[in-house]
Structure formats: structure tokens, C-alpha cells
């Protein structure tokens, strides 16, 4: 499990590099501001984007897979909508540290015992 881990750790590096870079080119063109996830996503892979939003909105979210809640859905457009504003390169920086602290960490307590 802790291998898991550290290979997400590493992959959110990657992506955390990329934001970083794309932040550098937005500073270099004069630009204020940084470089959202939602950006990343939407540059690299559009089509994903829109139809993990169908996914979501229509098979995931209680509020419009069942009708007897009568009420709007809330998973996508508040909760996975605020996360895709976030900063890329701070946001994958902070999950790179905790899921590799989370891999070695596994890999310490399984060493002791």
C-alpha cells in the first residue's frame, strides 16, 4: 500500500511541476495570477473534463441519481468546482508531501514490527 502512495505522490509532482512552470509562463507574458487546476485539466484533456462532469452530475450525485430528494446537485458544482479553482502548483505540492509522508510512513511502522 505504501508503494501506492508514493506513486501518487510522485505523479501529483509531476503535475505540481507543470502548474509551477505554467505559473513562470503566465509571469513571464506580464500576467497576474496563477494557474488553476481546472485550467490544467481543460488544456490537456478537455473531453475527460466534460464528461467526468456528466458522470458526476448524473450517476454519482445522490440529489439527481435519486428523485425522491428533490433537490439540485451538489457534488459537482460546489464541491469538485471550488477544487478545480485552486492553485495547481501549491495544491499538488501540498498532496505530493502528504501522499509520499503517507507511503513511507506505511513502510516505517512495517519495519518496526
Request: aromatic share 16%; charged share 10%; net charge positive.
Given at each position: 500500500?505504501g508503494?501506492?502512495?508514493?506513486?501518487f505522490?510522485?505523479?501529483?509532482f509531476?503535475?505540481?511541476?507543470?502548474?509551477i512552470?505554467?505559473?513562470?509562463?503566465?509571469h513571464?507574458?506580464?500576467s497576474?495570477?496563477?494557474?488553476?487546476?481546472?485550467?490544467?485539466?481543460?488544456?490537456?484533456?478537455?473531453?475527460?473534463?466534460?464528461?467526468?462532469?456528466?458522470?458526476v452530475?448524473?450517476?454519482?450525485?445522490?440529489?439527481s441519481s435519486?428523485?425522491?430528494?428533490?433537490c439540485?446537485?451538489?457534488?459537482?458544482?460546489?464541491?469538485?468546482?471550488?477544487?478545480?479553482i485552486?492553485?495547481a502548483?501549491?495544491?499538488?505540492g501540498?498532496?505530493?508531501?502528504l501522499f509520499?509522508?503517507?507511503?513511507?510512513?506505511?513502510?516505517r511502522?512495517?519495519?518496526?514490527?
Amino acid at each position: 500500500m505504501g508503494r501506492i502512495f508514493i506513486t501518487f505522490g510522485l505523479i501529483f509532482f509531476v503535475i505540481s511541476i507543470l502548474g509551477i512552470y505554467l505559473d513562470v509562463l503566465l509571469h513571464i507574458d506580464g500576467s497576474v495570477g496563477y494557474t488553476q487546476i481546472g485550467q490544467i485539466w481543460y488544456k490537456y484533456a478537455p473531453n475527460s473534463l466534460q464528461i467526468t462532469e456528466v458522470i458526476v452530475s448524473r450517476y454519482i450525485d445522490p440529489c439527481s441519481s435519486l428523485e425522491i430528494f428533490n433537490c439540485s446537485g451538489f457534488v459537482w458544482h460546489p464541491i469538485i468546482s471550488t477544487f478545480l479553482i485552486f492553485p495547481a502548483g501549491l495544491t499538488f505540492g501540498i498532496l505530493t508531501i502528504l501522499f509520499i509522508y503517507l507511503g513511507t510512513k506505511k513502510r516505517r511502522i512495517n519495519k518496526i514490527n
